[in-house]
């Protein structure tokens, strides 16, 4: 089992950037694929982007491409979500998720444990 704990969130302007993290808890973090999801009140959880155990494959959502990036540090037991020229429309609580069936996924039934979410606001 694994525990996340997701941290960085805040307020940010229009055009600005953000890097989120998310520290998972055990000792095979390696193992674990690993995604960002965002959800706004009233609406399904989304995908936003996800990377593999090794680091070496990233898939993200076509809403994202090209200003949002992942990556890990599986020495520290980390994921984080690197997020640049963020819109309005990025406002949402983003949550970390992560499981232990390969290769990667961007299905929120593919992901076993949750972190309990952090608030990005970006104003216009």
């Known amino acids: 089992q694994v525990q996340l704990v997701e941290s960085g969130g805040g307020l940010v302007q229009a055009g600005g950037s953000l890097r989120l993290s998310c520290a998972a808890s055990?000792?095979?973090?390696?193992?674990?694929?690993m995604g960002w999801f965002r959800q706004t009140p009233g609406k399904e959880r989304e995908f936003v982007i996800a990377i593999s155990g090794s680091g070496g494959t990233t898939s993200s959502a076509d809403s994202v491409k090209g200003r949002f990036t992942i990556s890990r540090d599986n020495a520290k037991n980390t994921v984080y979500l690197q997020m640049n020229n963020l819109k309005p429309e990025d406002t949402a609580v983003y949550y970390c998720?992560?499981?232990?069936?390969?290769?990667?996924?961007?299905?929120?039934?593919?992901?076993?444990?949750w972190g309990q979410g952090t608030q990005v606001t970006v104003s216009s």
């Open positions: 998720a992560a499981d232990l069936r390969p290769p990667i996924a961007a299905q929120r039934y593919e992901y076993e444990y």
């Open positions: 055990g000792r095979t973090f390696n193992r674990y694929r």
